[in-house]
Structure formats: structure tokens, C-alpha cells
């Protein structure tokens, strides 16, 4: 293979550079792949310079936004990773309240820009994850039941197509194009630019409250309550997880299983703490956290939770409704989890995502009552520990799946096989998406995603 790409500007990295090592790697600990380079690109025209020589090499290609994706698919073995992470551009239209952002900034770099306005989008509760692969699989976050999911606030994206040619997918042109990526996800070619709608966004009544584990039943059977009552502003997330050693934990809770209510509510200060106060006085709470905050305080709030490098598998779906069965089975199963890092998040969908007609976008299921994500999180990747801990993962999610939709969220999907990304789309969507797929990547050369095969 040659060491050079002709026009390239940014740094290529090959086994014997001293970053390889590093740059090989992706957020989940388990993806252990050797690229034969990574092209860590300095501008759009070096990532079509890229694709143009890994395609006449031969070679996979993998493409890399913030590298979070829990399948791995941002590295590729003996294969060319299209690396965007440093692609960081950012620009406002104030008037218009539009971002412009490149594909290697993360929702910490992007909320930060916008708030310089006064304005932001739905994105993720962890401000290290990239915005790329976020905003084509959809984009659940905290702002979602009242602006919509990421990909309903995507207006427009500039991209490189498998054979090299620079497109605009927006409403008015290539609209095939870009109904497929607001939810098919990198299938499509490479994203060298998203243009966002904002939305004013100033303080948020945000934050958290924790109770022991052992009030889990109690708390499900509360939140199951607050979220029939819960106004578009509202967005939470029920949580199972282990309690950190910070201050704010009363000390016999500190390591302790515990189970949160996280949220935030997107409006009228004084309004959002009336509409909280049920989960101020449920319990009464162990740990009370909610109050007014800055967006971008909430946006990092729970980043700890999510170090880089750990052993991650994730079983995902979405639960048709919260029945006292299902509600039995998580608190019996989730109690069971093997590890302090583990998680598990039951994610209350509805509002604006829930109105959004479906095959208006390629993100399916949107009548989804909540997404839950079981999160098994391990340092150690011994073959023991591998299977503890996703044994427990998989028997969780085979105990729920009577209580699911039989669909699941793309972007939580591990290396699960054809037959989940299609569970992911449901038949029309996906048929959909496999005519887009087949006039833009008839050779599937964008393939290290959750793959939509062309015909
Ligand atoms: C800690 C953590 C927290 C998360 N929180 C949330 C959350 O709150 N809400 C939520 O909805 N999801 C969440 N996710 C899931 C997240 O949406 C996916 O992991 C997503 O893939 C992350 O995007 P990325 O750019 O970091 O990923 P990457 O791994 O870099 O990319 C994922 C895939 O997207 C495609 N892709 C990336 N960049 C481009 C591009 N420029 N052009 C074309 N295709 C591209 C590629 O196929 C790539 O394999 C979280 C994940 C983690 C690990």
C-alpha cells in the first residue's frame, strides 16, 4: 500500500505511527480491529481523497464522527478509517437560528457554540458523543418531546457520495437522499456538513433525584404516572445504576444500587419546578438534584457514567407500555446486574417525536411509549467476565421481549445481524431505504454501519 494519498493534507496513520495505538480504538473497549491506516482528515476534500484511493486500493472503509458507536463500526479491520474528529467548523445563523457544523464535533463542542446565542438542538446526554452518527440514526435527548429528535431538527447536509461526488440533501434537492438520512444512518455516503434548526434554549429546570434500590417497583410504578401526565417541555429518563462517592450521595447510599429519575424540563422556570414537584415529594428522594440549571450543565451532567475504553454490550428496545408485569421484570433483572458500571435506562419517548407522521423521516417507531437500553459497562475483558456480564444483558432483554414493540433504535444497536437492523426500519422503511441505498451506494462501499444492503 502506498504511504501517500495524492491531496491529502491531513495525517495519515499507519501500525508504525506512534498514535495507531490510540487511533485504532473507539469509545467501546470491546472493538479490538487494526486498520491497515487511518485517515485522519484535515478538511471534506481530504475525505473525498480518502474514499477516492481506499476505493481504488480495495480496501473497507470505516467512517468516524466521535467514534461512539457501541457496534464499533468506526474502525475496521485491515481497512481505510475515514476519520472526521477533527473536522470541528462551526457556524451560526443567528437570524435564522441555523448551525452549520462539521461532522467531528461533539455535542459538548456544539452545545457549546450555539448557547453563545442563546439557542441549541436536541442532542446527547453525554457531551462526548459525536453529533454524525447521532443525528443519522435519529437522536433521542432532552429536548426531544419538544423540538423533535436530532434528525426532525436536521434541515440540510452536505455529502460525499461512493463515487466521489459532493451533493446538498435538503428539502428542495436530492430529497430521497435526505428523507434517508434522518434515520438510515452512514449508509448513504460521507457527511461533511449538517445544518441544524435551534431553538432558544436559556436554563433548564434540570437534574436528578435517586432512591435505593430497593423502592425500584415504587418509583417505576411513580414515574409510569408522571409520564401520562407529562407536558412536551417534560423529558425523562428512569435509571439503574450504581450510586458514585460524590458529596451529593448521603454515605450508607455511596456504591449502592440505586435507581434515578433524570430530566429536564425545556420551558418557564417556575412552571417546570410546579410541574417536577411530584418527584420533589415522591420518596421522599435520597438524593434531590433538580433545580434550574444551564443547558449545557445538564447536557454533561451524567458524562462520568460513560468513560471511554470499557467492555460495552448493550441489548435494546422499545417497550410497548409499563405494565406491572414489565415493570416486575425490570426491577427483578436490572437488581441482578453484575456490575457497578452497568446501567440500565428506560428513556420516555412521545411529544414532538411522536407527531412527526411516520415515513416522514427514515426513523421508524416513533409511537414507541420508551426506549429501554440495557447497558452491561465491565473493565475487565476476560473471557469470564465477558460472558457474565452479557449473559445478563441477554437474559434481561429475552425476560422483556414480550413486553417490546419489536423494535429497537438503531443507533443502541451492537453486531446484532440483518434481522435487527430491519426491526430497526420495520418493512416499508426499510424497503424504502434499500432503493436509496441501491441508487447512491450500488456497491455498498459505506458498509461498516448497521447495513442496508443494496439490491
Ligand atoms: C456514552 C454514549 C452515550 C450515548 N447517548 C445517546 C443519547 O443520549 N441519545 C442517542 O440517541 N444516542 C446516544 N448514544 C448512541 C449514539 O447515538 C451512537 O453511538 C452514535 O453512533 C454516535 O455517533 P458518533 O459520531 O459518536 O459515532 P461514530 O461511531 O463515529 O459513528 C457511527 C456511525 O455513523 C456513521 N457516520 C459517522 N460519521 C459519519 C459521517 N460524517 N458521514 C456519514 N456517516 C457517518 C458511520 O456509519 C459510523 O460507523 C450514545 C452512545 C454512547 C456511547
Avoid at 477533527?86 to 462539521?102: I, N, S, V, Y
Avoid at 436559556?202 to 430497593?214: H, I, N
Avoid at 416486575?328 to 428506560?346: N, T
Amino acid at each position: 500500500m502506498s504511504k501517500t494519498i495524492a491531496g491529502f493534507q491531513g495525517t495519515l496513520i499507519g501500525p508504525a505511527h506512534a498514535e495507531y495505538e490510540t487511533a485504532r480504538r473507539v469509545w467501546n473497549g470491546m472493538i479490538d480491529r487494526r486498520p491497515v491506516l487511518v485517515a485522519r482528515c484535515a478538511s471534506a476534500s481530504d475525505a473525498r481523497a480518502a474514499l477516492a484511493f481506499a476505493r481504488r486500493e480495495g480496501w473497507p472503509i470505516a467512517i468516524r464522527g466521535g467514534a461512539h458507536n457501541v457496534a464499533g463500526n468506526a474502525t475496521v479491520e485491515g481497512g481505510v478509517v475515514i476519520d472526521l474528529s477533527r473536522l470541528k467548523g462551526l457556524q451560526l445563523d443567528r437570524e435564522r437560528r441555523l448551525a452549520m457544523a462539521e461532522p467531528g464535533l461533539t455535542w459538548g463542542e456544539l452545545d457549546a457554540g450555539t448557547q453563545t446565542a442563546g439557542l441549541a438542538t436536541t442532542g446527547g446526554l453525554i457531551s462526548t458523543t459525536g453529533i454524525a452518527g447521532f443525528t443519522l440514526g435519529g437522536g433521542i435527548g432532552w429536548l426531544m418531546r419538544k423540538h423533535g429528535l436530532t434528525a426532525d431538527n436536521m434541515v440540510g447536509a452536505e455529502m460525499i457520495t461512493a463515487d466521489g461526488e459532493q451533493v446538498r440533501a435538503c428539502e428542495n434537492e436530492n430529497p430521497d437522499l435526505f428523507w434517508a438520512l434522518r434515520g438510515g444512518g452512514g449508509n448513504f455516503g460521507i457527511v461533511t456538513r449538517f445544518d441544524y434548526q435551534l431553538h432558544p434554549v436559556g436554563q433548564v429546570f434540570g437534574g436528578l433525584t435517586m432512591y435505593p434500590v430497593t423502592r425500584a417497583g415504587a418509583v417505576l410504578r411513580h414515574f409510569r404516572e408522571l409520564i401520562e401526565a407529562a407536558p412536551d417541555e417534560l423529558t425523562m429518563m428512569l435509571a439503574f445504576l450504581t450510586a458514585p462517592p460524590a458529596p451529593f450521595v448521603p454515605a450508607h447510599l455511596q456504591g449502592k444500587p440505586v435507581v434515578a429519575i433524570v430530566l429536564c424540563y425545556a420551558g418557564d422556570l417556575q412552571e417546570g419546578e410546579r410541574v417536577v414537584r411530584p418527584i420533589k415529594t415522591f420518596g421522599p428522594p435520597a438524593v434531590d438534584l433538580l433545580g434550574p440549571m444551564p443547558y449545557v450543565a445538564l447536557q454533561s451532567m451524567l458524562d462520568a457514567g460513560a468513560p471511554a475504553g470499557l467492555q460495552n454490550y448493550w441489548k435494546a428496545s422499545y417497550l410497548a407500555g409499563l405494565s406491572d408485569a414489565a415493570i416486575d421484570l425490570v426491577v427483578e433483572h436490572a437488581s441482578r446486574m453484575r456490575s457497578p458500571l452497568s446501567q440500565v435506562h428506560l428513556q420516555h419517548m412521545g411529544g414532538a417525536v411522536g407527531r412527526v407522521a411516520p415515513g416522514a423521516t427514515a426513523v421508524s417507531h416513533r409511537d414507541a411509549l420508551m426506549a429501554l437500553n440495557i447497558v452491561a459497562i465491565w473493565p475487565s475483558p476476560t473471557e469470564a467476565e465477558i460472558e457474565a456480564h452479557t449473559r445478563w444483558a441477554r437474559e434481561f432483554d429475552q425476560a422483556i421481549a414480550p413486553h417490546t414493540t419489536g423494535g429497537v433504535y438503531v443507533n443502541f444497536l451492537g453486531n446484532e445481524g440483518e434481522e435487527r437492523v430491519r426491526a430497526a426500519y420495520g418493512q416499508k422503511t426499510y424497503a424504502r431505504l434499500v432503493e436509496v441505498k441501491t441508487k447512491y451506494d450500488p456497491d455498498n462501499v459505506f458498509r461498516m454501519n448497521q447495513n442496508i444492503r443494496p439490491r
